[in-house]
């Protein structure tokens, strides 16, 4: 994708692997956490351990299935980079994303630490976008992780944004996502904090995305006038 390319939703999720474990400021209000303990008290057969990390083979065979070209959120209900997660399965669901160049697959992780580690033994191919979650100055260091992994297409996801990013290196990074944090108890997001990196994209061209405010601040200050030009214009990337 090149840095002029529109940003575009994914129109399915994939989930080979479910569960995770907090890892940082960002988790503290898990939405994949939320959804799968509801799952389990629903009975649903593939979160009978709840938020525990489980791999799933069965969902290895589904890109298969999808005979259009889709866009596709990889591990909406975890993070494929887990330690938990076998480097073996790793290998496996790497090799199903470059068996079907016909779908992107968009991963997301915390753990660049582990992707780096495991860069060499997997296949990067172009269809593959991989992006790094920085929700706070303090996750800074996970930026320079994404390019050792030899990823084509890189993103940015400051999602949920909890505190302001004065120095944000985007060189080689492709597109970046922004937004607050939804769901009970959200912790607010100023909107200098998103104003100065969407200038900032904007300087450097890398195209920026605006998910949403966020549940707190759009229930305290919806008739506020802090936001203009900052109008959410998407759904949420989970579904
Ligand atoms: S890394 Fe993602 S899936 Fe895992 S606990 Fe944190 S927010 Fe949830």
């Not at 480097?87 to 753990?111: A, C, D, S, W, Y």
């Not at 800074?140 to 400051?158: D, I, N, Q």
């Not at 990196?197 to 707190?216: I, N, Y």
Request: hydrophobic content about 40%; aromatic content about 10%; proline content about 7%.
């Amino acid at each position: 994708m090149s840095a002029n390319s529109s940003i575009e939703w994914p129109d399915v999720t994939w989930n080979p692997v479910t569960g995770c474990t907090k890892i940082s400021d960002g988790c503290r209000h898990c939405h994949a956490e939320r959804m799968a303990l509801r799952l389990q008290r629903m009975g649903v057969e593939k979160y009978h351990e709840g938020f525990s990390v489980a791999v799933h083979e069965s969902a290895l065979g589904q890109p298969a299935a999808w005979k259009k070209p889709r866009l596709v959120f990889v591990n909406s209900m975890s993070d494929l980079f887990h330690r938990a997660v076998p480097g073996p399965f790793i290998e496996r669901v790497f090799e199903v994303m470059n068996r079907f160049p016909r779908h992107t697959f968009q991963v997301l992780t915390k753990r660049l630490g582990r992707a780096v580690q495991l860069a060499g033994r997997l296949d990067w191919t172009p269809n593959i976008w991989f992006g790094v979650s920085v929700e706070s100055r303090r996750w800074l260091g996970r930026l320079p992780l994404l390019k050792k992994t030899g990823a084509h297409v890189r993103y940015l996801s400051l999602e949920p944004l909890l505190g302001p990013l004065p120095v944000l290196e985007l060189n080689g990074i492709d597109w970046v996502i922004a937004g607050g944090e939804s769901g009970p108890g959200a912790r607010p997001m100023a909107a200098e904090w998103v104003r100065a990196t969407r200038d900032r994209c904007t300087r450097l061209g890398v195209p920026f995305f605006f998910q949403a405010v966020g549940w707190s601040i759009q229930e305290k200050d919806r008739s506020d006038a802090r936001w203009p030009g900052l109008e959410p214009d998407a759904g949420e990337v989970v579904t």
